[in-house]
C-alpha cells in the first residue's frame, strides 16, 4: 500500500518566492494534518483537516500561510511570500476514523531552504 | 507553553541492553500517548500506543508503561539494536470533544552501540 505521499521532497528558493507543498493522504482516510519540524520548536501541528474541511488552523503562523484541501486525496499547504524563518521539514500526516485516537501515518516530509 | 516534554535529548545505549526514553505531561486531558520512531530523511513512522485506561502495552521488545498520576511515560526496548538508533517522539492527544490533534515532544536521540 502506497503511504502518505509528498512532494516536492526537496525544496529551495529565494526570500519572496511562493512555495506550494504538496500532500496525497492515504487513500480512504479522513483527517489530513500538516506539521512544520524545526530544531527549536521541534514537531509543531500547523492546520489539520477532517473530512475536507479545516478543524483547527491556530498553529499557522501568519497569513503568508493557507492550505487547501479541495478533495479527499489532495492537500497543499502554501507559503506566499516566503521567508528564510520558514526554512524547515514540513511533513504531512493522514488518520482514519473518527474515534479521537486513531493513529498519524506521516509522509517523509518536505525540505524547505528560503534563502 | 510545552504540554509534552521530552528532557534527555539523546541517550546511548550498548547493544543488547535495556533503553529507557521517558516523557512528561502536563494537560490531564490526555487520554492516550503514542511513539513515533524517526529515522535522518524519513518522517516519523508509529510504533506503539497506550490509552489512559491501560498502565502498560508491550509488542515484543518494545514496552510502553503509563504513570497516569505522574503525568509520566516511558517506553522501554530490551534488548537494544543498533537498527534502533533513531529520533523517538512521545505524542499524546485527547479524544474528547472530537479532537484528533496530537501534541508531541522534541524527541530523544537514541544511539545504540554495537
Known amino acids: 500500500d502506497a503511504g502518505v505521499i509528498q512532494s516536492p521532497r526537496h525544496e529551495v528558493t529565494e526570500m519572496g518566492q511562493e512555495v506550494t507543498l504538496r500532500c496525497k493522504p492515504i487513500?480512504?482516510?479522513?483527517?489530513l494534518f500538516w506539521y512544520r519540524q524545526t530544531m527549536m520548536r521541534g514537531l509543531e501541528l500547523l492546520i489539520y483537516f477532517n473530512n475536507n474541511v479545516p478543524i483547527d488552523d491556530s498553529g499557522m503562523p501568519e497569513d503568508r500561510f493557507s492550505a487547501k484541501m479541495p478533495n479527499a486525496s489532495f492537500s497543499t499547504l502554501k507559503i506566499q511570500p516566503s521567508e528564510p524563518r520558514d526554512s524547515a521539514v514540513y511533513f504531512c500526516?493522514?488518520?482514519?476514523?473518527?474515534?479521537?485516537?486513531?493513529?498519524?501515518?506521516f509522509g517523509p516530509g518536505t525540505r524547505l531552504l528560503v534563502l | 507553553d510545552q504540554q509534552v516534554k521530552q528532557n534527555s535529548p539523546s541517550l546511548s545505549v550498548q547493544e543488547g541492553r535495556i533503553s529507557i526514553l521517558n516523557c512528561d505531561y502536563t494537560n490531564s486531558m490526555f487520554d492516550y500517548f503514542l511513539w513515533y520512531k524517526k529515522y535522518p530523511a524519513e518522517g516519523p513512522t508509529f510504533l506503539i500506543s497506550i490509552s489512559s485506561i491501560k498502565d502498560k502495552n508491550e509488542d515484543g521488545r518494545f514496552t510502553v508503561f503509563l504513570n497516569k498520576s505522574a503525568k509520566h511515560l516511558s517506553l522501554h526496548i530490551v534488548p537494544s539494536q543498533p537498527g534502533d538508533s533513531a529520533v523517538y517522539f512521545c505524542?499524546?492527544?485527547?479524544?474528547?470533544?472530537?479532537?484528533?490533534?496530537?501534541?508531541f515532544g522534541k524527541g530523544t536521540k537514541l544511539s545504540v552501540i554495537p
Open positions: 505524542a499524546a492527544g485527547s479524544s474528547g470533544a472530537g479532537s484528533y490533534q496530537l501534541t
Open positions: 487513500s480512504g482516510h479522513n483527517s
Open positions: 500526516a493522514s488518520s482514519l476514523g473518527d474515534r479521537g485516537q486513531e493513529t498519524q501515518y
